[in-house]
């Protein structure tokens, strides 16, 4: 276990109502670790991916909330597995009466969830059963959902498939990206997770089994996901870009370059006669493309090995004519 310098255990509070282990790597996770760090539990540990490569240079950097960690003298794990059985028996010496995970990145085996005294506890980014799975946020976004939300689940041995505890919905505004959603429900996940805890304390906190109807899943992005199919109606190709913004970006191929378009907008009641994936328009207000149904615009352009810019500087660099085909 990393330790923080010059520190033998984290600050605790004397009297703690829980005492907890945090599992969580990315940005989503930090304000449920935060919640729990400023309310009246103890987090004995957290536990969270080792450090990673990133980047174009490849620096080996910390997850966000082993960054947090640290910095509230909480100590760290980082196990390749969680399945390995020293991890394991690591938190069973913890002796912890929750387990709190919230994006961690890996499925949790039978052995852990049953280390806590009391109960592992997910917060998980949507209403399910609706979108179990790694990429809730993003797929809920593709696929142009109106609303979704953040439950708290008591987790069990199946995939996002135990009973819920606590659910919120959120809407989702009409040109709002991944990562401003990701941002509002991380947010909404550590008032749950406050909430839940308050409940439990109380003797209040309840179950209930998640419905059979209306299971779908949210399988991780891959990098043919945030490919443009041109041929897919205005609407739902503007769903995929927001869905992939700021991260990894939906792309098409522009002269055999992978460019990944921003910021998409519909030409409301514009037809066009060209084919799909043709520029029929680009200048300062943004690039216009043919799709299956009408046009798309996007007013901003990543272009490998460049920032990301407004499509009106992109062009006084790089003009884009009129009548070029953009693949996918």
Not at 33 to 53: F, I, M, N, S, Y
Not at 55 to 77: M, T
Not at 121 to 141: D, E, K, T
């Amino acid at each position: 276990m990393q330790k923080p310098p010059g520190h033998d255990r984290a600050a605790r509070p004397q009297n703690p109502r829980f005492r907890i282990v945090f599992m969580g790597t990315p940005v989503f996770a930090v304000p449920s670790l935060k919640a729990l760090v400023e309310g009246p539990d103890a987090v004995l540990a957290v536990v969270t991916q080792p450090d990673r490569p990133q980047g174009r240079g490849r620096r080996v950097v910390p997850s966000p909330v082993k960054e947090f960690a640290l910095a509230r003298e909480i100590p760290v794990l980082q196990p390749e597995r969680a399945r390995d059985p020293g991890f394991i028996a690591e938190m069973e010496a913890l002796e912890p009466d929750l387990l709190v995970v919230a994006a961690y990145g890996q499925i949790l085996p039978s052995a852990l969830l049953q280390v806590p005294r009391i109960m592992p506890i997910n917060v998980h980014g949507s209403l399910l059963p609706a979108y179990r799975g790694a990429a809730p946020i993003q797929w809920a976004i593709m696929n142009c959902e109106k609303e979704t939300g953040v439950t708290i689940m008591r987790m069990d041995a199946g995939m996002d498939t135990g009973p819920m505890l606590l659910t919120g919905v959120i809407g989702i505004g009409p040109d709002e990206t991944f990562g401003e959603l990701y941002l509002r429900m991380s947010d909404l996940g550590a008032r749950l997770l406050r909430q839940a805890l308050d409940l439990l304390e109380e003797g209040r906190l309840t179950e209930k089994p998640q419905p059979e109807e209306g299971i779908t899943y949210a399988p991780p992005i891959r990098p043919e996901t945030a490919c443009i199919d041109w041929t897919l109606p205005s609407k739902k190709i503007a769903c995929l870009i927001r869905a992939m913004d700021p991260e990894p970006g939906a792309y098409t191929l522009l002269d055999g370059n992978r460019v990944r378009f921003f910021r998409p907008f519909i030409e409301e009641g514009k037809t066009q006669a060209a084919v799909p994936g043709e520029v029929v328009r680009a200048d300062d207000l943004g690039l216009f493309v043919a799709t299956g149904d009408g046009i798309l615009g996007v007013r901003e352009i990543l272009y490998p090995g460049k920032k990301r810019l407004r499509v009106g500087d992109f062009l006084r660099g790089r003009p884009i004519s009129p009548g070029v085909c953009l693949g996918g």
